[in-house]
C-alpha cells in the first residue's frame, strides 16, 4: 500500500533498540512452525511478520521447525512449509531444526539440576496437574522437590538411556508452586516417547518440552526479536527464567494479535479432523484456511500479503472478516485477469436468420483494466450456448435479458431478438429461438437501437467442455469455534458444486494450472491441477460481488 503508515509497536521497538545500539544494531527474526500440519492463512500473518521485519531492517530470517513431539510430526509438512513461505515471496537465512539442539538443550537441563532447579518427577500426569492447584489456590510441592542433585542427574541420564517408560517420569523445573502465574508452578522440562522422530530417529526416546525448548533455541540462534501470538504472553515469564538461570544470550519475546478469520476454522486439530474425516479432500482442498488450499483457490501471494498489511499488528485479538481476504483478491484479479466467456448452465440458442454454416471470428478486449492485455478473436455462429437463466419465457418487468419478443445484446457481437422455445416431454426449455439483427454488431452498430441488457455466450460449435468446481465458505456460521457445539454441524453443505459439463471459450484449452481468468458476470476462477490435456478443470475463486453480504441482511 503506497500511502504512509504509522509504525506497529514491533517496529517501534525494533527502531528504539536500533538508535541505542541493542544488538550491535543487528535484528534476527525466525519463524518457528511445529510439522504437525499444514500452513493456514494465520501463519501467513507470522511469516509477513517476521520476515517482513527482517527485510525492513536489512535484518535476516531463521526458518526453525519447533520438531519436538515425533508423534505427530513428518518430513511431508516439513516440504509443505518450505514451499508455503517461498510461494508468499520469502526465503530464510538458516534452515533449523530444535532437534539440531537436542544434545545441547540436555546439556542444559543437566545444568539446572547441577543449580538445584530441576528434578525428575515420578507422578503421573494428572497427579502433577491435582499438584498445580488452582489460579486462585497455590500448588503443593512434590514429594521428588526435595532428591539430590546426584540422584536427580542420575535418574535424568536413565531416562535419557531408555529405562523408563512412557509416562513413568518427567523432568521439572524447581521455580515456586504458589507462584500467581501458573505456567511458573514447577513447570514440565523433558517428557519419555519411545517414538521414531523424522530426523533423529531412535536416537532420542526423551524430548523436550515448547517452553523448555523455544527460548533456548532463540538463545542458540541469538534471536534478537523472538515475536509469537498472544497466546504466549503468560509463558513469557519462564522464557525469560530459563534463559536468566543459564546465564545465556537474552533473546526476548514480543506477542503481538494472531489473525482470527470469520467462517473458518484455524486450530491444526480440527483442520487434521475435517481432512482425516473426509469431510474436505485435502489440506489443500480450496475451501481450506491453508496457504496450499487458499493457492489453490486461485488465491495469490500478493492477495495474502495484502491482506496481512491491511490488518496490521496489534496488541489486541479481534475478527476479521472473511469479506476482507475476498476484498484483497477481488482487487489484484480485477486489474489482472483475463476476461473470459464461459457458460456453466446452458441452454442452447439457434440464431434462426444467422446464415447456416458462416463462422465470424470477432474481437473481444483481454482486460479494459490493462489496455496492455490486448484483444483475442472469438468464433461466432448461427448456434449459441447461453446461460439458462439469462432467458425466461414469462419474464417479469424490468427483466432486461432474453424472453419472447424481448430484445438483448450478446457481448462482443450482436442484438438479438427472442422468439420461441422448444421443450422436452418433461416441459424443459431445450432450445431457445432468436432472431439476430446484422446492422448491430459490436463495434459498428447502426441499428440505434438503446439495449439495457447484455448477456455472454460462446458457439456451440466451437466451445470447449470444462469441469467447473463452484466453491463457496466451508462453515455458514461467522463463529464454528462456537464452544457449545461441534464445529462440523456449522459445515456449509453447499460448499462445493461440480458443474461436469460447462462450455468455455475454446482458446481456454491452452490454460496451464494456475491460469486466472474472470469468467464474464460470473466470478474469477483459476485452472486446477487436476487438469488433463483433454480435461480442463477450473476452480472459483472468488464472486465477483460479496454474495454473503446480500445473505447476512436478510
Known sequence: MSEERSLNFIEQIIEEDLANGVNNGRVLTRFPPEPNGYLHIGHAKSICLNFGLAQKYNGKTNLRFDDTNPVTEDTEYVESIKADIRWLGFEWEKELYASDYFEQLYQFAVQLIQQGLAYVEDASAEEIAAMKGTPTTPGTNSPCR???????????????KGEFKDG???????????????????????????????????????????????????SIENITHSICTLEFIPHRPLYDWFIKELNIFPSHQYEFARLNLNYTVMSKRKLKQLVGEGHVRGWDDPRMPTISGLRRRGYTAASIRNLCDRVGVQKRDNMIEYSLLE???????????NRVMAVL?????????????????LTAENNPEDPASGTRTLPFS????????????????KFFRLGPGLVVRLKNAYIIKGESVE?????????????????????????????????HWVSAEHAATAEVRVY???????????????????????????????????????AQPGDRFQFLRKGYFVVDQDSTPGKIVFNRTVTLKDAWAKEIKK
Open 168 to 218: 513413568e517420569k518427567t523432568l521439572r523445573a524447581k521455580i515456586d508452586m504458589a507462584a500467581p502465574n501458573m505456567h511458573m508452578r514447577d513447570p514440565l522440562m523433558y517428557r519419555i516417547k519411545h517414538a521414531h522422530h523424522h530426523r533423529t530417529g531412535d536416537k532420542w526416546c526423551i524430548y523436550p518440552m515448547y517452553d523448555f525448548a523455544h527460548g533456548q533455541s532463540d
Open 472 to 510: 463457496d465458505r466451508l462453515f455458514n456460521v461467522e463463529n464454528p469455534n462456537a464452544e457449545d457445539a461441534d464445529f462440523k454441524t456449522f459445515i456449509n453443505p453447499d460448499s462445493l458444486q461440480v458443474i461436469e459439463k460447462a462450455y468455455v471459450e475454446p482458446g481456454l484449452l491452452n
Open 327 to 337: 476484498f484483497c483478491i477481488r482487487e489484484e484479479l480485477n486489474k489482472t485477469a
Open 423 to 455: 421443450k422436452d416431454a418433461a416441459g424443459n426449455i431445450t432450445t431457445i429461438y432468436a432472431s439476430y439483427l446484422p446492422e448491430s454488431k459490436s463495434g459498428g452498430d447502426t441499428s440505434g437501437l438503446n439495449v439495457k441488457g447484455t448477456i
Open 382 to 397: 448461427r448456434t449459441l450456448y447461453i446461460e439458462r437463466e439469462d432467458f425466461m419465457e414469462n419474464p417479469p418487468k
Open 345 to 361: 448452465d446452458p441452454v442452447k440458442l439457434v440464431l434462426t436468420n444467422y446464415p447456416e454454416g458462416q463462422v465470424e471470428q
Open 146 to 160: 526435595s532428591r539430590s542433585v546426584e540422584e536427580n542427574l542420575d535418574l535424568f541420564e536413565r531416562m535419557r
